[in-house]
């Protein structure tokens, strides 16, 4: 399959998408929420033991690239380079949002003391695999709340607006070719993307500025699932203080700045947690605007008692 048949491909997938009838989608909605419902009273998604599983997300760069090629030292800066789909294949991930992205996905492991060493185990040993495999690719794999250094030759602005249009249709060239994430670009709802934070100014008519961004994702099965709100409330309410004691991408790309941002301003009162600014934009806008102006109020305070006014 040429380069070309492969564009003609997903744009006829994502016309499918968007050809769905969202009257009839909801009225489907609603009727499995009811059988979910009555599934649940009845005890089906119970489970014997709380179970374990997460999701670490990278985005690569160059390492080594240029130097072993005969450049000069020093050159190699990290730049963001995209991922081959066959070198995902290899070491066991899978593909995320931007062609410069990669998943590493763990077992479930029962949640008691040997479960959660489990998870420990598989994390560092599969990632160290996976680091010596792309060593000799001219890459590393990165674990970072938002990449700032575009790729090589290029600006982040300009990696993350293009984009090619068929039949109507645009397709973000540095996406995966997942049609659902390219049918959110091309839907009723595509202006909500983009950067909204301090001294920052992006929008995008694609879902590819959430590819900005990387995350760590813990998934817990409860062992009654009624009991689902509860245990999701205890996780929030930890989770808002830990991300305010451990915000980790307080900058993105330097072209993303406005051109007359003072770099004093940008550190006094910038945002500490963009990371949560950008890919809240996956969201209904009202959901992102509530959720952004929260985190940026805990973030900025390191406020320990965030969720508990939330």
Same mark, same amino acid.
């Given at each position: 399959?040429?380069?070309?048949?492969?564009?003609?491909?997903?744009?006829?997938?994502?016309?499918?998408?968007?050809?769905?009838?969202?009257?009839?989608?909801?009225?489907?909605?609603?009727?499995?929420?009811?059988?979910?419902?009555?599934?649940?009273?009845?005890?089906?998604?119970?489970?014997?033991?709380s179970?374990?599983?997460?999701?670490?997300?990278f985005?690569?760069?160059?390492?080594?690239?240029?130097?072993?090629?005969?450049?000069?030292?020093?050159?190699?800066? @990290?730049?963001?380079?995209?991922?081959?789909?066959?070198?995902?294949t290899?070491?066991?991930?899978?593909?995320?949002?931007?062609?410069?992205?990669a998943?590493?996905?763990?077992?479930?492991?029962?949640?008691?003391?040997?479960?959660?060493?489990a998870?420990?185990?598989?994390?560092?040993?599969?990632?160290?695999?996976?680091?010596?495999?792309?060593?000799?690719?001219?890459?590393?794999?990165? #674990?970072?709340?938002v990449?700032?250094?575009?790729?090589?030759?290029?600006?982040?602005?300009?990696?993350?607006?293009?984009?090619?249009?068929?039949?109507?249709?645009?397709?973000?060239?540095?996406?995966t070719?997942?049609?659902?994430?390219?049918a959110m @670009?091309?839907?009723?709802?595509?202006?909500?993307?983009?950067?909204?934070?301090?001294?920052?100014?992006?929008? #995008?008519?694609?879902a590819?500025?959430?590819?900005?961004?990387?995350?760590?994702q813990?998934?817990?099965?409860?062992?009654?699932?009624?009991?689902?709100?509860?245990?999701?409330?205890y996780?929030?309410?930890?989770?808002?203080?830990?991300?305010?004691?451990?915000?980790?991408?307080?900058f993105?790309?330097?072209?993303?700045?406005?051109?007359?941002?003072?770099?004093?301003?940008?550190l006094?009162?910038?945002?500490?947690?963009?990371?949560?600014?950008?890919?809240?934009?996956?969201?209904?806008?009202?959901?992102?605007?509530c959720?952004?102006?929260?985190?940026?109020?805990? #973030?900025?305070?390191?406020?320990?008692?965030?969720?508990?006014?939330?």
């Amino acid at each position: 399959m040429t380069q070309q048949d492969g564009v003609d491909a997903l744009a006829d997938r994502i016309g499918g998408m968007l050809q769905t009838d969202p009257e009839a989608f909801r009225d489907r909605a609603e009727l499995d929420a009811e059988t979910v419902k009555t599934e649940l009273a009845n005890g089906t998604f119970d489970n014997h033991q709380s179970i374990v599983g997460f999701e670490y997300e990278f985005y690569a760069v160059s390492q080594g690239r240029w130097t072993a090629s005969g450049g000069t030292e020093g050159v190699d800066r @990290g730049d963001l380079t995209r991922v081959p789909r066959r070198l995902l294949t290899l070491i066991g991930f899978e593909k995320e949002l931007g062609l410069h992205n990669a998943e590493m996905t763990t077992s479930p492991q029962p949640f008691n003391p040997d479960g959660l060493r489990a998870q420990a185990a598989e994390v560092r040993s599969r990632l160290r695999a996976a680091l010596e495999t792309t060593r000799q690719e001219g890459m590393r794999l990165v #674990s970072d709340g938002v990449w700032t250094m575009p790729p090589a030759g290029g600006d982040a602005r300009s990696y993350l607006d293009s984009t090619v249009e068929r039949d109507g249709l645009r397709i973000a060239t540095n996406m995966t070719d997942s049609a659902r994430y390219h049918a959110m @670009g091309n839907g009723p709802n595509a202006d909500r993307f983009g950067v909204d934070a301090p001294f920052v100014s992006l929008a #995008s008519d694609t879902a590819m500025t959430v590819a900005l961004t990387t995350s760590i994702q813990p998934h817990y099965q409860v062992p009654a699932a009624g009991d689902v709100p509860l245990y999701h409330n205890y996780a929030v309410r930890l989770a808002g203080p830990l991300l305010a004691l451990g915000v980790n991408s307080p900058f993105v790309p330097p072209e993303l700045y406005e051109p007359d941002a003072d770099p004093t301003a940008i550190l006094a009162d910038g945002a500490r947690e963009n990371r949560i600014h950008v890919f809240e934009s996956l969201n209904t806008e009202d959901l992102r605007r509530c959720v952004s102006r929260e985190i940026s109020t805990a #973030s900025n305070r390191r406020s320990t008692g965030w969720l508990a006014t939330t």
